[in-house]
Nanobody, 127 residues
Framework: HVQLVESGGGSVQVGGSLRLSCVASGDTIGRYCMGWFRQIPDKEREGVAAIDSDGVTRYSDSVKGRFAITKDNAENTLYLQMNLLKPEDTAMYYC??????????????????????WGRGTQVTVS
């Protein structure tokens, strides 16, 4: 059973940068597909980035070219580097993991049900 703990959120000015981290325990993240979702109150959760076991990545159109998902298998940690932040990036960001599946979901953007493991989230506010 994978446990995920996010950190690195905060308040930042428009055009600024933040790096989110997600430390995993209970299993080795290198073997599975991991990702980041975000959610604004009263809105659907949005899958913004994913990385598979080989390091192949995929992004939503809304963040492509500005965000980068990476992982450190030795540290069992997932990252999301967010640059050129916009007010519409304001949301709660969640680290997610697939269950014993190495590949990015074939349907994109992914649904939240593609990822059974979720962290508690970290708030990002851009103003």
């Amino acid at each position: 059973h994978v446990q995920l703990v996010e950190s690195g959120g905060g308040s930042v000015q428009v055009g600024g940068s933040l790096r989110l981290s997600c430390v995993a325990s209970g299993d080795t993240i290198g073997r599975y597909c991991m990702g980041w979702f975000r959610q604004i109150p009263d809105k659907e959760r949005e899958g913004v980035a994913a990385i598979d076991s080989d390091g192949v990545t995929r992004y939503s159109d809304s963040v492509k070219g500005r965000f980068a998902i990476t992982k450190d298998n030795a540290e069992n940690t997932l990252y999301l580097q967010m640059n050129l932040l916009k007010p519409e990036d304001t949301a709660m960001y969640y680290c997610v993991a697939r269950s014993r599946v190495a590949d990015i979901p074939s349907s994109w953007p992914p649904g939240h049900r593609d990822y059974p493991y979720w962290g508690r989230g970290t708030q990002v506010t851009v103003s």
